[in-house]
């Protein structure tokens, strides 16, 4: 199997030789276990010794919920403990019943021999069962769906985008590449699959099994049709205001019910909640957040059951804020409306001063009044809008470029 360079490997890298533990976040199928993989080749081309563990296998599982001494007596028994010091994967690490006392034994009294990498599919999962125990033990990576840039590499385009790209043949073959990356999303299998109906038959197994079935277990979801109903509902408000008791009533369920929901949503990496910005000015008195998916291809079929044939407005934003996702923390950028309607689609703080993010499929629908109001008000750098068509008008106020570009 060919494996495809993940950028998070960069972050990575710096930590392979302290003693903490590298914990690796991400939803299912978005490629955790093929990046151990990647991880454990770079490791063992630089002569290090490595193993792997798949928690999903039951025996397997079952040693390490005897505890610490059962997996050093099974690794000791295989002779993997014998000749210096083992980088041990471990894949899944929530199906352990109790992985800090695990984690923090082999921490702090076996660093010297082992050093752990594990993965895991469910942050709710893994913050419930982790303890504070494991605090300063740990360094941990979120992993999510293919930024951009790797979905290129994985389409086989050596088309670099470190500098704005001026070739017009170029520029329409980046533009066909990132209406296919916003279409069917970042889910890696997406990015290989030939045809359309074969991403649609996998997006849908990942719906399914995954976001349904797994997030039922987890929450224990009794009203299974009122939680597809509300997931559908997300999906068709992306880029929207959350409105709590809207929700509710859509879905027949109460707020707390859908408050809990939400929570777990967020936590399997499904959907963001993003946070208004404010800094006390009397008018922005909003702070409910906006909603987002973290994949484009998983809303999309969850809202209309198939695949749109061309970029829709609130999913091109949806896109442009998963890229942002990507390089930096939830709490790291955010929205910004005041109460009559003056709205801003991304605050990005950048140094001193602040970076205003607008997203339209065309840029004649720029809102520069929204952008002036703003810019009277805060130390703002340019404004930046990504558009799919109109770009180059760039004034003192505002840039327009291509949504594939670089935001900072």
Same mark, same amino acid.
């Given at each position: 199997?060919?494996?495809?360079?993940?950028?998070?490997?960069?972050?990575?890298?710096?930590?392979?030789?302290?003693?903490?533990?590298?914990?690796?976040?991400?939803?299912?199928?978005?490629?955790?276990?093929?990046?151990?993989?990647?991880?454990?080749?770079?490791?063992?081309?630089?002569?290090?010794?490595?193993?792997?563990?798949?928690?999903?296998?039951?025996?397997?599982?079952?040693?390490?919920?005897?505890?610490?001494?059962?997996?050093?007596?099974?690794?000791?028994?295989?002779?993997?403990?014998?000749?210096?010091?083992?980088?041990?994967?471990?894949?899944?690490?929530?199906?352990?019943?109790?992985?800090?006392?695990?984690?923090?034994?082999?921490?702090?009294?076996?660093?010297?021999?082992?050093?752990?990498?594990?993965?895991?599919?469910?942050?709710?999962?893994?913050?419930?069962?982790?303890?504070?125990?494991?605090?300063?033990?740990?360094? +941990?990576?979120?992993?999510?769906?293919?930024?951009?840039?790797?979905?290129?590499?994985?389409?086989?385009?050596?088309?670099?985008?470190?500098?704005?790209?001026?070739?017009?043949?170029?520029?329409?073959?980046?533009?066909? #590449?990132? +209406?296919?990356?916003?279409?069917?999303?970042?889910?890696?299998?997406?990015?290989?699959?030939?045809?359309?109906?074969?991403?649609?038959?996998?997006?849908?197994?990942?719906?399914?099994?995954?976001?349904?079935?797994?997030?039922?277990?987890?929450?224990?979801?009794?009203?299974?049709?009122?939680?597809?109903?509300? #997931?559908?509902?997300?999906?068709?408000?992306?880029?929207?205001?959350?409105?709590?008791?809207?929700?509710?009533?859509?879905?027949?369920?109460?707020?707390?019910?859908?408050?809990?929901? #939400?929570?777990?949503?967020?936590?399997?990496?499904?959907?963001?909640?993003?946070?208004?910005?404010?800094?006390?000015?009397?008018?922005?008195?909003?702070?409910?957040?906006?909603?987002?998916?973290?994949?484009?291809?998983?809303?999309?079929?969850?809202?209309?059951?198939?695949?749109?044939?061309?970029?829709?407005?609130?999913?091109?934003?949806?896109?442009?804020?998963?890229?942002?996702? %990507?390089?930096?923390?939830?709490?790291?950028?955010?929205?910004?409306?005041?109460?009559?309607?003056?709205?801003?689609?991304?605050?990005?703080? %950048?140094?001193?001063?602040?970076?205003?993010?607008?997203?339209?499929?065309?840029?004649?629908?720029?809102?520069?009044?929204?952008?002036?109001?703003?810019?009277?008000?805060?130390?703002?750098?340019?404004?930046?809008?990504?558009?799919?068509?109109?770009?180059?008008?760039?004034?003192?106020?505002?840039?327009?470029?291509?949504?594939?570009?670089?935001?900072?």
């Amino acid at each position: 199997m060919k494996l495809y360079h993940r950028e998070i490997l960069e972050d990575i890298r710096p930590h392979y030789y302290n003693p903490d533990v590298l914990v690796i976040h991400g939803a299912r199928q978005v490629g955790k276990t093929c990046l151990m993989t990647l991880i454990r080749k770079e490791l063992q081309a630089s002569g290090v010794r490595t193993h792997y563990i798949d928690l999903e296998d039951m025996r397997l599982l079952a040693v390490l919920n005897e505890g610490p001494q059962a997996l050093l007596g099974y690794l000791e028994e295989s002779g993997l403990l014998q000749d210096g010091k083992l980088y041990l994967f471990l894949d899944e690490i929530q199906y352990v019943t109790a992985p800090s006392p695990l984690l923090k034994l082999l921490r702090d009294h076996h660093a010297d021999r082992l050093k752990l990498i594990v993965s895991g599919s469910s942050s709710f999962e893994i913050k419930s069962k982790f303890t504070d125990s494991l605090a300063g033990r740990t360094v +941990n990576f979120e992993l999510l769906p293919l930024s951009f840039r790797e979905f290129l590499r994985f389409k086989g385009s050596n088309i670099l985008l470190d500098k704005p790209v001026k070739s017009l043949p170029l520029v329409r073959e980046i533009e066909t #590449l990132f +209406n296919e990356f916003v279409l069917y999303g970042g889910y890696p299998r997406v990015a290989l699959e030939k045809t359309i109906k074969a991403r649609e038959v996998y997006l849908s197994q990942v719906i399914n099994t995954y976001i349904r079935k797994d997030i039922r277990d987890l929450a224990n979801i009794r009203h299974i049709q009122k939680f597809n109903r509300l #997931l559908e509902t997300l999906a068709a408000q992306c880029g929207q205001l959350l409105n709590i008791t809207e929700l509710a009533n859509t879905a027949g369920i109460s707020r707390s019910t859908v408050e809990n929901y #939400l929570f777990i949503l967020e936590q399997t990496y499904v959907i963001q909640l993003l946070r208004p910005f404010s800094r006390n000015i009397r008018a922005e008195l909003f702070k409910t957040p906006k909603v987002f998916f973290h994949d484009t291809g998983i809303a999309h079929l969850l809202w209309l059951k198939a695949f749109p044939k061309t970029i829709l407005g609130s999913m091109l934003e949806n896109a442009v804020f998963a890229e942002l996702r %990507k390089n930096r923390e939830v709490d790291e950028f955010f929205f910004w409306r005041t109460q009559d309607g003056k709205e801003i689609d991304f605050i990005v703080p %950048k140094g001193d001063s602040i970076l205003p993010v607008e997203v339209k499929t065309s840029a004649s629908k720029i809102r520069r009044g929204a952008l002036r109001y703003f810019s009277g008000r805060y130390t703002v750098s340019k404004a930046v809008c990504f558009a799919l068509h109109g770009t180059g008008q760039t004034d003192d106020l505002l840039e327009v470029r291509y949504p594939w570009e670089r935001i900072l």
